[in-house]
């Protein structure tokens, strides 16, 4: 069972699949090597026959999967790039405000003419796309508590404390915690979701941000993120789409595998229907372009490391045609392909 330099003892099969519950699968890929994060081993993705669901198989243990983060920092709240300055840099902060008080409500303290000549000026879909996830998808509520379930060094709860949140985070890694807390004043609880015993029905959002990918009992845990939201609270589920073309034109090179961390991958279809299972009422499931240059000059090699926060795509002939692959998944999206990058799921508590 072991893949090469992994003990047995620290691995599992993964059993039937959590979508459906069927036991057919076949191999998509096998001889992966994390080419972010350094865990060793090769590694293997079978795809469920009955539901397309990618399952990695063998993979570590709960006990074990900590291993797969010994080399693995990016969810440490790296560094902001070098904020741009200049004319052009302050036109785009109020564009930004301006799209998002048009679109989530949150205020921009713009006058009404800037305002509604900002929110045109948006850069289509690159900048409607990182606003939305800038907010998590959810619109202005003053005094809101927001809980992020995989929180790691807390970059997304800052944001969101300074919208108007307040804020709660969640997340199994220390050394996470340990950031989140010291540099950023952060109240955020080490170990999973199901460990805190929240009250039932506390939060108004819960926020899993590229998280379910990560867990061994997906459904469980959306059962559990359910039961902690208010009625008619939002959740928000962001992960890696098997169906992008990212993940058709590079293969093995698609940054969304990221054995041995990713235990599972979704298409729209199979996340709505685990979202329905667990007893949630979907509002909406979508794919997003949102990092869809980073997805190609990864896998074509042109970058190694993934970006920090703020960084732009390069200039010359690598950036150009990685925007040009985004606007060809973009124009998918547009005539009804779920081809981006990362699936967006709301969903609500009944």
């Keep these: ?21 069927g036991t057919g699968r076949r191999r998509a890929y096998e001889g992966l090597r994390d080419t972010l994060g350094g865990a ?17 198989d063998p993979r570590y243990t709960p ?11 990016h969810h440490l709240a790296p560094p902001q790039a070098e904020p741009p300055r200049g004319a052009g840099a302050r036109w785009g902060e109020v564009v930004t405000r301006a799209y998002r008080r048009h679109v989530y409500g949150y205020p921009d303290g713009l006058p009404g003419w800037l305002r ?5 000026a948006v850069p289509y879909p690159e900048g409607a796309e990182a606003v939305g996830f800038s907010v998590m998808y959810l619109p202005h509520r003053p005094g809101g508590e927001l809980l ?43 170990g999973t979701l199901e460990q805190q015993r929240f009250p039932s029905g506390r939060f108004d959002a819960v926020v899993l941000s590229h998280t379910i990918e990560h867990v061994h009992a997906p459904e469980a845990l959306l059962r559990e993120c359910g039961r902690v939201l208010k009625p008619g609270g ?49 509002v909406s499931v979508r794919s997003s372009v949102r990092n869809a240059e980073f997805a190609w000059l990864l896998g074509r090699g042109v970058l190694t490391q993934w970006p920090r ?11 150009v045609r990685a925007r040009a692959f985004q606007l060809a998944e973009w124009a998918l999206t547009l005539v ?14 009944p």
């Design 309 to 319: 926060p703020g960084q732009r795509p390069p200039g010359g002939w690598a950036g």
């Design 336 to 349: 009804g392909r779920e081809a981006g990058e990362e699936i967006v799921l709301l969903a609500t508590r």
């Design 63 to 73: 006990a074990e999967i900590g291993r797969a983060y010994d080399e693995y920092d």
């Design 116 to 120: 509604s000549v900002a929110r045109l």
């Design 234 to 282: 939002r959740l928000v589920v962001v992960t890696p789409n098997v169906e992008s073309l990212g993940h058709r034109r590079l293969g093995t090179a698609w940054i969304g595998l990221q054995p041995p961390r990713h235990l599972y991958l979704f298409t729209c279809a199979t996340l709505r229907r685990l979202a329905e299972s667990a007893g949630l009422r979907v």
């Design 148 to 190: 992020d379930v995989g929180c790691g060094g807390g970059a997304q709860l800052v944001q969101m404390r300074a919208l108007g949140w307040r804020v709660m985070g969640v997340d199994p890694d220390a050394r996470a915690v340990d950031a989140a807390t010291r540099i950023h004043g952060l109240d955020v609880r080490r």
């Design 40 to 56: 060793p081993g090769s590694w293997s993705f079978d795809r469920c026959e009955e539901c397309g669901l990618l399952v990695l």
């Design 1 to 21: 069972m072991s893949p090469v330099g992994v003990p047995d003892a620290s691995l599992e099969r993964a059993g039937p699949c959590p979508v459906c519950a």
